[in-house]
Nanobody, 111 residues
C-alpha cells in the first residue's frame, strides 16, 4: 500500500518562501505522475501543480511563476518550491499519486 507523507508547511510572512516535500513509499514512484493540491479554509480542494515521470510540469494559473514542482526519484520525493507567497496561498497542501492522497501539511501566509 502506497503511503504519501507531506512536510515543510508552516507560518511564513507575505513575500516569503517555503519548500514542501512529499515522500512516497513503494516502488512505482519513478513511473507515476505526482500532483500537489491545496484546500483553503471554507473552500474546495484545488489543483496546484503536476509533474510527470518524464519531468513535464503544469501549474494552476495563480501560482505560475511563483511555484515550482520538482521530483527526486532516487528519494521517492516530490517537492513544491513556493516563492512570493501571498495570504491567499494559505491552505492545507496535499500530494497525490494516482488515487492515493497524503494527509496534508498546513501553510499559513500571514504577517
Amino acid at each position: 500500500q502506497v503511503q504519501l507523507v507531506e512536510s515543510g508547511g508552516g507560518l511564513v510572512q507575505p513575500g516569503g518562501s517555503l519548500r514542501l516535500s512529499c515522500t512516497a513509499s513503494g516502488s512505482i514512484f519513478s513511473i507515476t505522475t505526482m500532483h500537489w493540491y491545496r484546500q483553503a479554509p471554507g473552500k474546495e480542494r484545488e489543483f496546484v501543480a503536476t509533474i510527470t515521470s518524464g519531468g513535464a510540469t503544469n501549474y494552476q494559473d495563480s501560482v505560475k511563476g511563483r511555484f515550482t514542482i520538482s521530483r527526486d526519484n532516487a528519494k521517492n520525493t516530490v517537492y513544491l518550491q513556493m516563492n512570493s507567497l501571498k495570504p491567499e496561498d494559505t491552505a492545507v497542501y496535499y500530494c497525490r499519486q494516482r488515487l492515493i492522497w497524503g494527509k496534508g501539511t498546513l501553510v499559513t501566509v500571514s504577517s
